[in-house]
């Protein structure tokens, strides 16, 4: 696989006692078989959507000749939706943004208007040509308010344009299949001749990145979404072909964390790789995560660092504060890239240990630095390294954490898909809504 996973520094002989013993991995590791065995039964008889997405080839197919039709002529493209019918995107977008500059023509600048408010929606559709404008609406369930009432003000700001009579070059839209009468996005695009393309029903919106909902932009900043599923197909056959729970990586960190929840107290988890490309994978992590784990009471608070930019920031709350984190370090490697210093400086009595090194060596030394630290601290430390960095590792590393989150949650007794607190502060902002 395009990644290892190392769990050393969770064991008590490299931490000491607020590590797990053999013994205790050994028994977290049984009780996390049935979560194994559950996935490995739903991969045999196809009841989890997401993991026959790595073998699907006909909605790229699909995707890529709607992609092509609205990008066509854009110089702007927004996409219009929020939680994870955004995120896996801007993770994407992230990704992207640090692969070296293409030959290929400009593309499309690709915005994300996730988060409602109302200055920054105003600004963006004063600010942007909509004559070169597209938009893409995501929403699987057809009628997210803030996705909604985005959508109505792109299509008035079209008609004040003089464009709405062309609403269907300008817009694309994401939703699960159903009648009109039971989609508010459906109906309204009906009316308008938008083109809607379906949202897989069987996935819901925090797993959704590798379905159409993170392949359409993949394809929009120039990504390769083949290569992305192949990464994240190669963790599914590692987990159809594990025999334990030790044998399947996601399924392995997730006992650990099952483990040191109820054996040490370790409710809260800080995911912290040492790339900007992953620094919006890490928020994509935490909506996943917090969405799918916070239930009934429990749950394990997800914390997004950066390195090694949070050295100099949450660091010293890792290192001196409660021992109640688990940590994931994600360390590239990196030794020998970028600029390099010139070896001129080595005489000088304040930078000379940094001549003839180049900024990839400090990092690299920094990421293994942190999480030697930590674990002298009596944190445990899960590693993830990474060898390059493309679009099979960024599939493999979403399949992953969908996986680990999944299988946490089963062990744990909890609904990985459902989200049943956040529906009563929906009813109550209508009710406030149909009093103003």
Same mark, same amino acid.
């Given at each position: ?5 190392? %769990? ?45 997405? @790595? ?62 408010? @109302? ?25 997210? @308010? ?23 070059? +300008? ?10 009468? *039971? ?9 308008? +001749? ?54 399947? #990586? ?6 650990? +964390? ?14 912290? #790789? ?28 997800? %914390?997004? *660092? ?5 050295? +100099? ?25 970028? #600029? ?8 000088? #009595?304040?930078?000379?240990?940094? *001549? ?81």
């Amino acid at each position: 696989m395009p990644y290892s996973q190392s %769990i050393d520094l969770c064991l008590t002989e490299e931490i000491g006692d607020c590590g797990l013993g053999r013994a205790e991995l050994d028994e977290a590791l049984a009780v996390a078989g049935p979560a194994l065995d559950s996935l490995k039964s739903s991969l045999g008889d196809g009841s989890l959507a997401l993991l026959n997405l @790595p073998s699907r080839t006909r909605d790229l197919d699909e995707g890529r000749a709607a992609v092509d039709a609205l990008a066509r002529g854009a110089g702007d493209i927004v996409l219009l939706g929020t939680g994870g019918s955004s995120l896996g995107a801007q993770a994407l977008a992230g990704f992207a943004a640090g692969r070296p500059r293409s030959a290929d023509p400009p593309r499309p600048r690709l915005h994300f208007a996730d988060n409602l408010d @109302p200055h920054s929606m105003d600004a963006l559709l004063r600010d942007l040509d909509l004559k070169t404008t597209r938009f893409l609406v995501v929403s699987k369930s057809g009628g997210t @308010p803030e996705t909604m009432i985005q959508l109505l003000a792109v299509l008035d700001a079209l008609k004040e344009s003089g464009l709405d009579w062309n609403a269907e070059h +300008h817009i694309l839209a994401i939703s699960d299949p159903g009648a009109q009468d *039971a989609s508010a996005l459906r109906r309204i695009c009906g009316f308008h +001749h938008i083109p809607v393309l379906d949202h897989d029903p069987g996935i819901g919106g925090r797993y959704s990145v590798l379905s159409n909902v993170g392949m359409l932009p993949a394809m929009l900043l120039g990504l390769d979404p083949l290569a992305l599923r192949a990464g994240a197909g190669e963790v599914v056959q590692a987990l159809a072909g594990a025999a334990s729970p030790r044998d399947c #990586p996601p399924v392995l960190a997730a006992a650990l +964390h099952a483990a040191f929840l109820g054996r040490r107290g370790l409710a809260t988890t800080v995911f912290m #790789p040492y790339a900007d490309r992953l620094r919006v994978f890490s928020s994509w992590f935490v909506q996943l995560w917090a969405e799918s784990l916070g239930k009934q009471g429990t749950g394990l608070t997800p %914390i997004a *660092a950066a390195g090694p930019v949070d050295q +100099h920031s949450q660091l010293q709350l890792f290192l001196d504060g409660p021992a109640d984190k688990f940590y994931t370090i994600v360390m590239l490697e990196v030794a020998g890239t970028g #600029p390099r210093i010139d070896a001129a400086y080595i005489n000088d #009595p304040k930078v000379g240990y940094l *001549a003839g090194k180049t900024i990839g060596d400090l990092v690299d030394c920094e990421q293994r630095a942190t999480a030697r630290t930590l674990a002298r601290r009596g944190r445990p430390v899960r590693v993830i390294r990474l060898g390059e960095m493309t679009e099979r590792t960024l599939g493999a590393l979403f399949m992953h954490f969908m996986l680990e989150t999944i299988a946490t949650g089963r062990i744990l007794g909890l609904d990985p898909f459902d989200q049943p607190a956040v529906e009563e502060g929906k009813l109550l902002a209508r009710d406030y809504l149909g009093q103003m």
